[in-house]
């Protein structure tokens, strides 16, 4: 009885999970396109608790025929990135550095992890972001590894909502290299 109760209510937590609709104008969207130069990579962002190391946040940076971030209920913002349902257009490196340095403070890292990929797979990535649909709470790391397990070459990702669990599956594909920042340091307890 209690298996069917489960099964039975979860359609209900799962419509908890769909996040608020974001819509940026066409003309801001096309005004803040960005296409970078050079190969086409995915970059997983990782950003993780000094503490205890444990994950807090999940995102991918696609580059592909434009650069976005796909950031799912992510909290940063601004006022020259639109946005649509999780994904910020116009992701340069400039804003990519704006977005970073904001993820690596108040007693948090990230880690960044970059990856290679062939134009059509970071294609597909874009296209798959694109229609993902607004994330909710605590459900970016459920988001993004769905994405990345549906693209060539991702099939030992697996569906999870553990930040450094996705982290480490990534981490393990041939060709990925990893940079690690962390911010300022917060103050001892008592100090």
């Known amino acids: 009885m209690l298996r069917r109760t489960v099964l039975l209510g979860l359609p209900l937590a799962l419509a908890g999970c769909a996040g608020t609709s974001v819509w940026a104008p066409d003309d801001a969207v096309e005004h803040a396109r960005y296409r970078a130069p050079g190969p086409t990579y995915l970059a ?3 950003v993780r608790n000094e503490g205890d190391g444990q994950g807090a946040h999940t995102a991918l940076l696609i580059n592909a025929s434009e ?5 799912p209920y992510g909290g940063w913002t601004d006022p020259l990135v639109p ?6 257009f116009g ?4 804003v990519e550095a704006r977005y ?3 993820q690596a403070k108040d007693g948090y890292y990230y880690v960044r992890q970059e990856i290679q990929v062939p134009p059509e797979v970071a294609e597909q990535a ?14 970016c790391t459920r988001a993004t590894s769905d ?3 549906q693209l060539p070459g991702f099939e030992s990702v697996r569906l999870t909502f553990i930040p450094e669990m996705l982290s480490g599956r990534f981490g393990r594909l041939p060709g990925v290299t990893t940079i ?10 008592g100090a």
Request: charged share 25%; aromatic share 8%; proline share 6%.
């Open 44 to 46: 997983l962002v990782t």
């Open 67 to 71: 650069r976005v971030l796909f950031d």
């Open 83 to 88: 946005e649509r349902n999780d994904v910020l």
């Open 91 to 94: 992701f340069s490196p400039g």
């Open 100 to 102: 970073l340095d904001y």
């Open 126 to 139: 874009l296209v798959l972001a694109k229609n993902y649909g607004a994330v909710g709470m605590a459900q």
């Open 147 to 149: 994405i990345l397990r």
């Open 180 to 189: 690690e920042r962390h911010g300022p340091r917060l103050p001892a307890e």
